[in-house]
């Protein structure tokens, strides 16, 4: 049974194919992976240790699915979250749609959780052509919404790190540990928890 504890919870939402999985991996094992893509069936966790700001946290990383199919059990991942990164897929636009219905609904749903858009893929649009999502209307979309916007490509590593640092530092921010014990998410705890929640609905 997995009882690790987590200081920050992290969760990663977008349309299917828009990236997430592999900016996880790209952030967590600095792998890009070119076998046949594969679709994330409900959802996957992995805990990261970092240092933030003079302290060391445990980034927890929920990494959804994106098939609207799976849409009511992500909604279970992101509660709690400290911090949600949306992704969108520079060369679709449709991800750009998608990822806005994630941000509104964590902006009705989850006011405490800091939002960071994500545009992957960045690698792939150095043909202008190959761009869908128009590089005024990602930037306009983030500043109305103050979202921090990153452009990624977990092929190159491009801003991958970056988008991570960032996200612990703004966290670890507003962490509070105690003489050794760190306030953290018991995850298995926690994840009862939820499920129960849903259960009763
Ligand atoms: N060139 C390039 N391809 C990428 C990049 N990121 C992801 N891909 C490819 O895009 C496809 C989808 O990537 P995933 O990371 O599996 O997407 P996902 O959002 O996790 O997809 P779901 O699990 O269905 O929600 C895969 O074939 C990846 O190899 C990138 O930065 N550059």
């Not at 893509?37 to 980034?59: C, D, H, P, W």
């Not at 636009?93 to 219905?101: L, V």
């Not at 964590?106 to 052509?129: F, I």
Request: aromatic share 10%; glycine share 4%.
């Amino acid at each position: 049974m997995n009882t690790q504890r987590v200081d920050v919870k992290l969760v990663l939402l977008g349309r299917e194919y828009s990236g997430k999985t592999s900016l996880v991996e790209r952030f967590v094992f600095d792998r890009f992976s070119c076998t046949p893509y594969q679709s994330t069936i409900g959802n996957a966790f992995v805990a990261k240790r970092m240092e933030a700001k003079g302290k060391n946290l445990t980034l927890g990383i929920w990494d959804t699915a994106g098939s609207e199919r799976y849409e009511a059990m992500t909604r279970i991942y992101y509660r709690g979250a400290q911090a949600a990164v949306v992704c969108f897929d520079l060369t679709e636009n449709t991800s750009f749609q998608r990822a806005k219905f994630w941000v509104n609904e964590l902006l009705n749903c989850e006011e405490h959780c800091r939002v960071y858009l994500c545009a992957t893929k960045a690698d792939l649009v150095g043909d202008k052509m190959a761009r869908k999502v128009d590089l005024h209307d990602m930037h306009d979309y983030a500043e109305e919404m103050k979202a921090q916007l990153f452009e990624t490509s977990s092929k190159t590593g491009q801003n991958v790190h970056e988008l991570f640092q960032k996200i612990a530092d703004d966290c670890a921010e507003k962490l509070v540990f105690t003489d050794q014990t760190p306030r953290g998410v018991n995850i298995t705890k926690d994840a009862k928890r939820e499920m129960a929640r849903c259960c009763v609905k």
